[in-house]
């Protein structure tokens, strides 16, 4: 890094873009089928009576659009959409090319006659348009049959299925070889754009993929004289739509009235959309994408959610409450250890019996307790708020009569009104015990499931 650092930029060619601009066009790039998909899939989901049929044929639509778009922006701004997003252009390789002439400064000295040559020809931009779309989409295919045979391969289940049809034998053997060449192929064509990659980061050649250093390409950067012939582009369209001079003498046929007024009041102004749409909203689809990206990859978005996370802070309760919330959490999550004494009475188990957690107690204990559970709770949850409101007097000594006339009055509203839901409840791990019910006429519990155990 030391030492691109200390290159000197004067000494540097304008014109050729650098290896970072073409890794972040090829990297957009290939965000952007990902993301259609995952918003076709968002909506399918929603509406998949419309779009279940899309969805199943996206490869191939988006091939076609894919294409289309990249088509249009090869043939007005001979760069790719995500390359034009970056300011980067596709030109045809000449003799200007060569190191010993000084290719930007023939561009400012003569930019029509340096560029008319430097166009990409029919051939090159139909070139450009499959290595964009076509392999990625030939690719695609050849892993998804790649991962389906390739487990029949490694098993021995890829045999054909009659051995005395010669053309289902021949298809068995296709599909094979497929197994067999598919990872070299594919590591031969990711070897030979390394080593393009390699060349271009050198300065030997200016084409950093195969395919444009097969056919001629080089990259160069968008100038005004690309804009300005965009803009004429723009001009002649309508001029070609406005009136035409009267020089013809033989009349219109009603065909090419027909085809004149058609192009005038549909095809135009469709294309004329389509050309905006290409031109405004994607360019602005890709920067909320690349926004997005950086956002979720960025530290700020939980910086942001920190900075407003911390108005909560008044909200949260002092110190010293949190250690005794903490202290009774800790009693809550004591581990019982099985033993010879009963959990409820403390004593030595008589007449076992066993419920259905698989806890042990006396006959008796386990009984009493499950009757009047929803009683025994209540009245630990009324001790453990006294010990509490005790503890607190030490602390705040003003408000002790008053948490005493209140406590008095929950005590006179509780014994009234129970929390049937508390009741009915393993007293080891408070899991609710299914054959426990509540009785709505004897008000108390119904109960049922206790096993007891012979020695």
Known sequence: MEYYSSLDASQLDSETPTLFELLSANQLEELLSPSLRYILVHYTTKYPYYLLKITNRFDELNLVLRGFVEWYFLKYWQGTFTENFYGLKRVNRTILNDGRYDSSRLTQLVPSLVEERRQLTKFQIAISVFEITGTAYILEKLNYWYEILYPKYITNQLVPKDPNNKKDVFYTFLKRKFVEVFPTLQSIIKGANLIT????????????????????????????????????????????????????????????????????????????????????????????????????????????????????????????????????????????????????????????????????????????????????????????????????????????????????????????????????????????LLGCKWNEVKQEWDIDGLRRLMF
């Open 197 to 432: 990659l390699l060349m271009y980061l050198s300065g030997k050649s200016k084409s950093p993929s195969i395919w444009t250093t097969l056919f001629g390409i080089n990259f160069s950067r968008l100038n005004s004289y690309d804009h300005s012939r965009y803009e004429k582009s723009n001009e002649l369209g309508k001029s070609r739509n406005g009136p035409k001079s009267n020089n013809r003498v033989r009349p219109e046929s009603t065909l090419e009235l027909i085809l004149r007024l058609t192009d005038k009041t549909l095809f135009s102004p469709l294309w004329k959309t389509v050309r905006f749409i290409l031109g405004t909203f994607f360019p602005v689809a890709i920067f909320s994408l690349k926004f997005l990206e950086w956002w979720n990859n960025s530290d700020f978005a939980t910086k942001l959610s920190k900075n407003l996370g911390n108005s909560l802070s008044t909200v949260l309760p002092p110190p010293s409450s949190l250690s005794k919330r903490g202290d009774h959490l800790l009693e809550k999550k004591r581990v019982y250890k099985p033993g010879k004494l009963c959990p409820l009475c403390h004593e030595e188990i008589s007449n076992h019996a066993i419920i259905e957690t698989g806890y042990v107690f006396c006959y008796t204990c386990i009984y009493n307790y499950l009757q009047n559970s929803h009683k025994i709770v209540l009245k630990r949850s009324r001790s453990r708020d006294v010990n509490d409101n005790d503890d607190n007097d030490d602390v705040i000594e003003e408000d002790e009569e008053e948490d005493e006339d209140e406590e008095n009055e929950k005590q006179e509203s509780d014994s009234i009104a129970y929390d049937i839901s508390k009741g009915g409840r393993c007293p080891v791990t408070g899991r609710k």
